[in-house]
Every structure is written in structure tokens, then in C-alpha cells.
């Protein structure tokens, strides 16, 4: 098992791709904490895991709940070997439709939540010689119609995730981030349903992908345990993308 003996946190893993890293993280041996803002899904997630798991409700942009967060994590745990920033929102909106709360609050979690909990974790990641896995998307560099918020927040995990790599490197703690195509999970049924035919415009998302279809959270999964374990033992400061060769498929109108 890949992350055997190994104490993990993961945030947002109370649906979607998040939990399907921390049931991953579990079945490769790690203990897991489910952090998510949804205390109900965050417990599901944990109890779904079994005993390896412990749910622990989170809002990743508040600060106090984030030391609280880490204080806990501690105290459940003794140690930290994993984190992966998971957590995020998506407005689906053009810039002119989005509101300055709701572009505040986008950028407070999908960046300023990578920010809180790597710097609340790292001291104990220094210790552990451990690792850090963000989630970025294919929408940090290839952008998409309605969601120039996200796309910006993406695009930024990955130019945060490349500067902590090298500001992480001396303590041997490496920095990655993963970069999904379209995954059938919570956030991108979400922009399916926010376009004027959700059925054609998931149908199209496929046709972007080099493989005719859009991914499984479990695939992206199995790269994250990959990145938090020695077997990336030389690999920091990348962006990976799993993302069934997106933006190589048939362009949306055939």
C-alpha cells in the first residue's frame, strides 16, 4: 500500500473528487481526516472509511477554522504526512454577472483555502519530510465560456503550487498540483446545469477529450495517492493533468 502509516488531511472531501481521494488515501493505508464545510458529508465520508477516518466540518477560507482544523488534526493524528487542498467553489458567471461577494468568496476558498491550510499544516509537514497535492484544473490554462472566476482561482493554484515547491524544497516537503479535464462529480454538473441545455452541453464535454468522454473521480484519485507517496519521491513543483487528453478531442459543434 502506497500511503501505509501515513496521516493524511484532504478538504472538500465530502463529495466528489475529494472523497473519492480520501477513500483512495484510506485504501492505500493512510488515515484520513474528511474535512469539508458540509459537517453531514464530511461525517459520511469518514464513516464510510471506517475507524481510519475522522470527519471534521471545515470552512477552508476562515482562518480560525482552519487552526482549529490543524489543532485537531494533531491532536487526532500526531502527525501530518499528507494535505491535499481539494475544497472549492464555481460560480458559473461572466465577469460583468458576478457579484463582488461572490468573486470574493471564490477566491477566499478555491486560493485563499490553499493558502490557510498550507500554511496551518506545513510546520508538521516539515517534520514529516511530507507532501502537498493541490487541485488546480484544465481550466488554469485552457479557459472556458462563463466561468472566468474559476478559471482565474485554477490558474493560480498553479502558479502558487510551483512557488511553495521551490520555498518547500530545502525541508524536502514536495508540492504538486493535479489538473482534472471534465470529472463526473459535484462542481462540473454544476456548469452542465448553469448552460441552457444541460444534456448537450455535458454530451459535448466529452467530445473535447481525446479518450470521447469525461473522467471518474476514482481516476484522479490514483494519481493523488501517486503524488503523496515516495513512489513521486523526485517529482515537485508539476502540474499532472488527468484529463483524458482534453482540448485533443472534436471541437463542440460536431
Not at 502509516?5 to 465530502?14: E, S
Not at 477513500?23 to 469539508?36: I, P
Not at 482549529?68 to 465577469?95: C, F, P, S, W, Y
Amino acid at each position: 500500500m502506497k500511503l501505509e502509516g501515513k496521516m493524511a488531511v484532504v478538504t472538500g472531501a465530502g463529495s466528489g473528487i475529494g472523497r473519492a481521494c480520501a477513500l483512495e488515501f484510506a485504501r492505500e493505508g493512510a488515515r484520513v481526516v474528511v474535512a469539508d464545510i458540509n459537517a453531514a458529508a464530511a461525517q459520511a465520508t469518514a464513516q464510510q472509511i471506517g475507524p481510519a477516518a475522522i470527519g471534521i466540518p471545515t470552512d477552508v477560507a476562515d482562518p480560525e477554522a482552519v487552526t482549529r482544523l490543524a489543532q485537531k488534526t494533531i491532536e487526532t493524528l500526531g502527525k501530518v504526512d499528507v494535505l491535499m487542498n481539494n475544497a472549492a467553489i464555481q460560480v458559473n458567471k461572466t465577469i460583468e454577472d458576478t457579484t463582488l461577494e461572490e468573486w470574493n468568496r471564490q477566491m477566499a476558498v478555491n486560493v485563499g483555502g490553499v493558502f490557510l491550510c498550507s500554511r496551518a499544516f506545513l510546520p508538521q509537514l516539515r517534520r514529516t519530510r511530507g507532501a502537498i497535492v493541490n487541485m488546480s484544473s484544465v481550466n488554469g490554462y485552457f479557459v472556458e465560456p462563463f466561468s472566468a472566476g474559476y478559471c482565474a482561482t485554477k490558474a493560480a493554484i498553479i502558479g502558487l503550487t510551483k512557488a511553495m515547491a521551490i520555498d518547500c524544497g530545502p525541508s524536502r516537503v514536495r508540492v504538486n498540483c493535479i489538473c482534472p479535464g471534465y470529472i463526473d462529480a459535484g462542481l462540473a454538473e454544476g456548469y452542465f446545469q448553469a448552460q441552457a441545455d444541460p444534456a448537450a452541453a455535458r454530451m459535448a464535454a466529452g467530445k473535447l477529450h481525446a479518450l470521447g468522454r469525461i473522467g471518474r473521480p476514482e481516476e484522479v484519485a490514483r494519481v493523488a495517492a501517486f503524488l503523496a507517496s515516495e513512489e513521486a519521491s523526485f517529482i515537485t513543483g508539476a502540474q499532472i493533468a488527468v484529463d483524458g487528453g482534453f482540448g485533443s478531442g472534436l471541437p463542440l459543434n460536431s
